[in-house]
């Protein structure tokens, strides 16, 4: 039977075998010696029509109960943040999602400019001279940071990590650097912040660099200057995981001397998905930009001196230095650096700082609810932006599980690390005050 | 396709907008109650949607795509994204799914991906998989890790040679490199496959592993690989399958049985889930048995009749990036699988090997073939016959005109001026002879007007590009660019 995808009219095969000079199409396979050939077909389930397999999506869905039938408060590092319904109407055109990489430039110019003008919002944002065209995710994205500080400081062997990153972060950089033989420090928190005292114990003249996340995981707000200070004092790098969204309103790190900010993208505009595809970025100044991996493109002009778009510096990656690039990765997520793109283009100068006050006007009163009821006590006395950490009283499991009765999904459970009795609640713009009496109304419920 | 170079900021002006917003229905607060410094403005553009949705119409066709023309990639696998693929990945059910809901709330997320896993299991003859990689080079730095893993657990601490042929994908030795392997690179035989001599001279007992993909980057099968495999795992290393070349023998030959022991795939090129102008993909990685323990955390497994994430793993290397995968590539790749059923699989390599044959027989008059074999799923050129001072990168330029994207060129890097064709099974007999009469007719030019090739492109939306002045301007943002005017 023919399959829709594999354009082949009658006869053609034929007329093709005839030109190649051979009878059947195993004879194109007579390289694969006999004992290796499969001589059963592939236990996989048989092929679907377009309707049966509609039909089957259909029904795993029904297994999810998706966000939008309840009302989240999760975050820890993926946040429900609106999406304009621009983003989803530009990745879909064809001309985007079903181009190659800009390899040629002659024909991929809008890929390109895409990723220019990505580079540059990211720059903004951030306060640092270049951004590289994406990284798969923020966890990888941190450990490929602590890899740039690596490179750049002789003889180190140890890297410093703040324990308030994302859990995640913490796993993968440990698994990225185990294979490289550098010892990962970690630096432990003190009333929800990063305890620099304790850093400084920790650090010695191996020392690369330290990556510190702010908001950090719990929510709360670290200390970018005090951080910055240390790293420069102590001749390493100092390497910012940021919130994109709170950098509508905070100073930017590169203005706070930072040497790398590097993050997750998912919160522009790039939606849930159970975990991915979101995008990481990666920004530094002029001075480490040559131990950059990943793409990077640059303004040029064709023959005619036309505005044009390349990816330059290419010497840096694996498909030309090989064994000698700065990392192997290829992979920019081009579609959703488009997405993020497209999310800050369209919420732009003043729809930046709105998101980002209403996210953090909405958590504090949520915050601010919940210690009302008395079921609560606080945990930490820093700042936090638009995600806390609250200590239940009672049982978390109890008050979770009610929650979930409420149609609330009321935030992370923290005793899966190590932290018994605390709940981590992120609020985002698109939660309404009603919503949140209602959470309020239900923890007065179990409480009492 | 056209030439637009305007940029989102020289639109912009002062007081437009592009979003909408509830009202803040709470009482408002001031940044200051985050104790920070607190930037001053954020220089962003103030464009209106419409202007926006413009902007990105415009810059779009200045791209080539695969739903518009043919992409003779090799290596790449530009096959069809099939839309109904695109479609399920956007139903809410599936993907409005926070990646810490409670497990019980995402049992239809990890059934799909757990179907996945088999199916990736069945199709390469290995045991278990992973889908946590981003990427296909992700998915290498995954596996070389697992076999780090495996040979510190049996004590064989003085393994730190690994092996890949110089015909290798860039991300082999530059994967190595990032595992803390020193690489060897061992010399190819004429036809791009793996000289047994010179592979036994490099195996001993520092061997950590080969590298290998087959078919070769030269798209020719080699049947030696039991034997290499063989030898390798006699001097107790472990083979490494590039799983990039998948889509020359789903249903026809695995891995697996060739002796591999760890592989990864690239989805977005065997199950045609879309490119996105460089991303996202997704390298799922498939081993056998021993290298189980050593997958990263947390697996999908099933429990009685419940799917659950498992992380209690002692061996496993831990984490390559957040979460479970990129799950939205995933489901792609899982509705192709479902769509083409095995038996749609088998045909696509059948095809895709077909195509490539065809395609090779037909060219191998004007340009040069360096072997006279079959080849798989892709071949490679060694540049044209009687070139005068014609390079593969002009005949690569020349081919935008005539509306095609060029193969891949100057890789592998064995073989001079390389021309590397892959079809794929997703393109007509018409399209690959409308192909092959632009090739010819190259060639033809080459001899009687090679100006018009050196002076090639000249239909597209802008000529040959100056890569030199890119790399030395070193403009990566406006501002740099409103910076260099000023200079």
Known sequence: MIHRYIPKGDGEKEKMLEKIGVESIDDLFVDIPKELKLTEPLKIPEAMSELDLLRRAQELGEKNIPITSRVSFLGAGVYDHYVPLLIDHIISRSEFYTSYTPYQPEIAQGTLQAIFEYQTLICRLTGMDISNASMYEGASAAAEALLIALADKRKSNNVLVSAGMHPDAIQVIKTYLHYRDVEVREVPLKDGHTDLEAAKELADEHTAGMVMQNPNFFGEMEDVPSFATFAKDNKMLSILSVDPISLALLEPPGKQGIDLVIGDGQALGNGLNFGGPYLGFLAVNKKHMRKMPGRLVGVSKDTEGKRAFVLTLQAREQHIRRYKATSNICTNMSLNALMASVYLNTLGKEGMREVAIQSLSKSHYLYNGLLETGAFEEVFSTPFFKEFTLKYKGDVKKLLAKLLECNIVGGLDLSDYGREGEILVAVTEKRTKEEMDRYIACVKEVSA | ?487
Do not use: W
């Open chain 2, 1 to 487: 396709m056209k030439h637009y170079s305007t940029l989102i900021f020289e639109i912009s002006r002062e007081g437009k907008r592009g979003y909408s917003l509830p009202e803040l229905d709470v009482p408002e607060v001031s940044p200051d109650v985050l104790k920070s410094p607190i930037r001053e403005e954020l220089d962003f553009p103030e464009v209106s949607e419409n202007e926006i949705m413009r902007h990105y119409a415009n810059m779009s066709q200045g791209n080539y795509h695969i739903d518009g023309g043919f992409y003779p990639l090799g290596s790449c696998t530009m096959k069809y994204n099939p839309k109904i693929n695109e479609d399920i990945a956007r139903m809410p059910h599936l993907t409005q799914v926070h990646p810490l809901q409670p497990v019980e709330s995402v049992q239809g997320s990890l059934e799909l991906l757990y179907e996945l896993q088999k199916d990736l299991c069945e199709i390469s003859g290995m045991d278990a998989v992973t889908l946590q990689p981003a990427a296909g080079a992700h998915g290498e730095l995954a596996g070389i890790m697992m076999i780090k893993s495996y040979h510190e657990k049996n004590g064989d601490h003085q393994r730190t040679k690994m092996i890949a042929p110089d015909s290798a994908h860039g991300t082999n030795p530059a994967t190595a490199a990032m595992v803390g392997y020193d690489l060897v690179e061992i010399k190819s035989d004429e036809n791009g496959l793996v000289d047994l001599e010179e592979l036994k001279k490099h195996l001993d007992d520092k061997t950590a592993g080969l590298m290998l993909t087959n078919p070769s980057t030269l798209g020719l099968f080699d049947s030696q690989v039991r034997e290499i495999a063989d030898l390798v795992h006699e001097a107790g290393g472990l083979l490494y399958y590039d799983g990039a070349n998948m889509n020359a023998i789903m249903g026809k030959a695995r891995p697996g049985d060739m002796g591999f022991d760890v592989m990864h795939y690239n989805v977005h090129k065997t199950f045609s889930t879309p490119h996105g102008g460089g991303g996202p993909g997704a390298g799922p990685v498939a081993v056998k048995k021993i290298l189980e323990p050593f997958l990263p955390v947390p697996r999908i497994v099933k429990e009685g009749d419940k799917f659950v994430l498992k992380s209690d793993c002692p061996d496993t290397i831990g984490k390559l990036r957040s979460f479970y995968g990129n799950y939205g590539v995933l489901v792609r790749a899982f509705a192709y699988i479902r769509t083409m059923g095995p038996d749609g699989l088998l045909k696509a390599s059948e095809n895709a090997v077909l195509n490539a044959n065809y395609l090779m027989h037909i060219l191998k008059e004007d340009y040069n073939l360096p072997h006279e074999l079959i080849c798989m799923h892709e071949f490679v050129l060694e540049g044209m016959k009687d070139p005068g001072d014609v390079t593969t990168l002009d005949v690569a330029k020349r081919l935008l005109d005539y509306g095609f994207h060029p193969p891949t060129v100057y890789f592998p890097l064995i073989i001079k001026e390389a021309i590397m064709i892959e079809p794929t099974e997703t393109e007509s007999k018409q399209t690959l002879d409308s192909f092959a009469d632009a090739m010819i007719s190259i060639a033809k030019e080459a001899k009687e007007t090679p100006e018009v090739l050196k002076a090639a492109p000249t239909k597209t939306p802008v000529g040959r590009i100056d890569e030199v002045y890119a790399a030395r301007a070193l403009i990566l943002t406006y501002d740099d660019l409103l910076a260099y005017r000023e200079e």
